[in-house]
């Protein structure tokens, strides 16, 4: 029942426009536990499912012993989604070890179940993907309680962050984002690279879902860094440009954006609406 009670917590936080979309998920390792909703998108082309988000939260702990699943959702038919199962095989073509998964409802009853979600696409056979930062790697979590007094403070924090990413290969270039909060925390990420490089999750996301799903959602600042912008202030890509200013309107809050070059004090600070002009909404959302 502990479960079913910190799904339903973890579903509450989703951010979706029709609640009936939302899940949530808690992905179970070795070592504890990863518990997220789901984060939809007006544009729905972004939406980030609740079990990509706890994978995402998994590997932000430089956690990768992931050996299970379980979603919850508010309907009485589980529908199985094979995009979801895609996802889950590709975490474990990275990890090597099987995923169960189980879907159940608000009544804690089972709608689906499977103890290796590759069974369930066995013609589907990525080449295991072996990485270095894997091997001997420890559970340490990715946030920091601490009074962010200026950006560059922020930067040593959206450096760490590049360090927690989980990309295909061991040479990848890293991006890195960390965000502060009203509660005076930290949280910092990597991207989570994903097969077939589509729909992969930029670092600037990833922090986001580590402070919603602590429901720390009062975001102040968001500053990035990347290992391909030495000397010159970076940019966020249009996608978290959309998603940010989607999620600014959802939970009213107007976060400071900085974009660091990484090895020099230079730095570019933008606010959502100047940084993303005429945007797009949907109706709901005017
Ligand atoms: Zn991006």
């Not at 709608?111 to 290796?116: I, K, R, V």
């Amino acid at each position: 029942m502990e479960e079913l009670k910190q799904l339903k917590k973890a579903y509450a936080l989703s951010i979706e426009k029709n609640m009936a979309e939302a899940t949530a998920s808690i992905a179970y390792s070795k070592f504890g536990s990863y518990t997220s909703g789901s984060v939809g998108s007006d544009t729905n082309f972004l939406s980030i499912s609740s079990e990509q988000a706890s994978l995402v939260l998994s590997v932000l702990n430089n956690d990768y012993t992931v050996n299970s699943i379980v979603t919850l959702a508010d309907t009485d038919k589980a529908e199985v989604s094979p995009a979801i199962i895609k996802y889950i095989i590709d975490h474990t073509t990275r990890t090597h070890i099987p995923i169960g998964y189980k879907i159940i409802n608000k009544k804690g009853k089972t709608l689906f179940e499977t103890d290796n979600v590759a069974k369930l696409a066995p013609f589907y056979n990525p080449l295991p993907i072996t990485l270095a930062k894997i091997k001997n790697s420890k559970v340490e979590k990715n946030t920091a309680n601490i009074k962010i007094k200026n950006p560059l403070e922020l930067k040593v924090f959206a450096i760490k962050g590049i360090e927690r990413n989980f990309p295909l290969y061991n040479s990848a270039s890293g991006y890195g984002t960390a965000v502060f909060t009203k509660s005076g925390k930290v949280h910092f990420a990597g991207q989570y690279s994903k097969l077939g490089k589509s729909l992969g999750l930029h670092s600037e996301i990833n922090a986001i879902i580590s402070a919603i799903s602590q429901n720390d959602w009062d975001i102040e600042s968001i500053g990035v860094v990347s290992t391909k912008y030495p000397d010159t202030p970076c940019d966020m890509c249009g996608i978290c440009r959309q998603l940010i200013g989607e999620i600014s309107i959802k939970l009213n809050i107007s976060p400071k954006l900085y974009c660091f070059a990484k090895d020099t004090d230079e730095y570019a600070e933008h606010t959502i609406d100047e940084y993303l002009p005429s945007a797009w909404t949907s109706k709901k959302w005017l």
